[in-house]
């Protein structure tokens, strides 16, 4: 699943027989797409506003404080709340699809940590090497 929540209702809404004879709850789709969405969205921003987060949902202005606590329950995303500014503030999330660039992204990032670990391994024995030849 691609899509946002708007999307999953859509497709809900011309599909309804189908998702109700497969068993699956539609109740229970809506609270896995709310997540989804929000991990999309907070993939890219850092910050989201209460109303954002409300109309994305599509949730009240009361139950923005719970979704969110939900949602970092879930271990996928990690976020503090500003009730002042009205905000939520991504600190990090899960990828909500791992794609050839992210496999990419990874690889390059493994790399460099060990590039990096190599070198400081060397500068440790350079170091023991000498501390060894001066005592």
Same mark, same amino acid.
């Given at each position: 699943?691609? &899509?946002?929540?708007?999307?999953?209702?859509? !497709?809900?809404?011309?599909?309804? /027989?189908? %998702?109700?004879?497969? &068993?699956?709850?539609?109740?229970?789709?809506?609270?896995?797409?709310?997540?989804?969405? !929000?991990? *999309?969205?907070?993939?890219? $921003?850092?910050?989201?506003?209460?109303?954002?987060? *409300?109309?994305?949902? *599509?949730?009240?202005?009361?139950?923005?404080? /719970? !979704?969110?606590?939900? @949602?970092?329950?879930?271990?996928?995303? &990690?976020?503090?709340?500003?009730?002042? @500014?009205?905000?939520? %503030? %991504?600190?990090?999330?899960?990828?909500?699809? !791992?794609?050839?660039?992210?496999?990419i992204s990874?690889? $390059?990032k493994l790399?460099?940590?060990?590039?990096?670990?190599?070198? %400081?391994?060397?500068?440790?024995h350079e170091?023991?090497?000498?501390?060894?030849?001066?005592?």
């Amino acid at each position: 699943v691609l &899509g946002r929540l708007q999307d999953y209702l859509e !497709f809900y809404s011309k599909q309804k /027989s189908f %998702i109700e004879s497969s &068993g699956v709850k539609h109740e229970r789709n809506i609270t896995k797409m709310r997540l989804l969405t !929000f991990l *999309q969205i907070a993939e890219s $921003e850092k910050e989201l506003t209460f109303d954002a987060i *409300q109309k994305e949902m *599509q949730i009240s202005s009361d139950d923005i404080e /719970s !979704f969110i606590i939900e @949602a970092v329950r879930t271990k996928m995303i &990690g976020c503090k709340i500003d009730h002042l @500014a009205r905000k939520v %503030i %991504i600190d990090n999330t899960a990828q909500r699809t !791992f794609t050839k660039q992210h496999w990419i992204s990874l690889k $390059e990032k493994l790399e460099s940590w060990k590039s990096n670990l190599t070198t %400081i391994n060397n500068n440790l024995h350079e170091l023991l090497n000498v501390k060894a030849v001066t005592t």
